[in-house]
């Protein structure tokens, strides 16, 4: 009988050193899934931020020719026309090289992939607490980390790629702001009061 008894518990204990290299794989793909998800909203935020430059600098550039043009009708002033040459051209390199490019769409394309990897995030994040409430076997554990290694890659191969700046900004949200966790005391107050672990 203590024989047997000894197998059950080395069969057990095999099994949760099982589960912990598992949960450990979870976890990593869990962080670079939080790192994604934050940069591409960072990327989204930089990309509308520059369209809006972009857009406000064509309205004033477009602006000042029309003047200068004006100005030039109605009187000979050779500042005038030099200025409105200048501005003109710069108009015109602006729009070139914005032609074929929408930072708009882009941008709306990494809301989206955000939008996806939230999601996928916390899937991650049910995962890794079933895990650890011990309530989910370990073939369970295998199906559904499968299954979002899956979800994951089609998200990956549809997202715009995000850029540097980007990356920084994520880094120092997450690490200094640290924008993705919330106090005891932060996550009471968005919780009714029968629900709140401080009363």
């Known amino acids: 009988m203590n024989g047997h008894q000894n197998k059950n518990g080395e069969k057990y204990m095999e099994q949760d050193s099982q589960i912990d290299i598992i949960e450990s794989q979870i976890r990593e793909c869990f962080g670079r899934v939080v790192w994604s998800h934050k940069t591409q909203e960072k990327c989204a935020d930089i990309l509308l931020r520059r369209n809006s430059y972009i857009k406000i600098s ?8 029309a003047t200068g043009v004006l100005v030039t009708i109605g009187g000979d002033c050779k500042i005038v026309n030099i200025l409105t040459a200048i501005i003109s051209t710069t108009l015109l390199a602006l729009n070139t090289f914005l032609k074929g490019t929408d930072l708009g769409e882009i941008a709306q394309r990494h809301v989206e992939a955000a939008a996806n990897l939230w999601n996928i995030r916390e899937k991650y ?19 559904q980390r499968n299954k979002l290694q899956e979800e994951l890659s089609c998200i990956y ?18 690490k200094i702001n640290e924008e993705l966790t919330f106090s005891p005391e932060e996550i009471d107050m968005l919780l009714p009061e029968p629900l709140r672990k401080r009363k």
Do not use: F
């Not at 191969?157 to 949200?173: D, H, L, V």
């Open 58 to 65: 064509q309205i004033v550039l477009s602006a000042l020719t």
């Open 125 to 143: 994040l049910s995962l890794i607490t079933d895990i650890n409430a011990g309530i989910i076997p370990i073939e369970e554990i295998l199906t």
């Open 157 to 174: 191969k549809g997202s715009p790629r995000t850029i540097n700046q980007a990356y920084k900004k994520a880094t120092k949200a997450l």
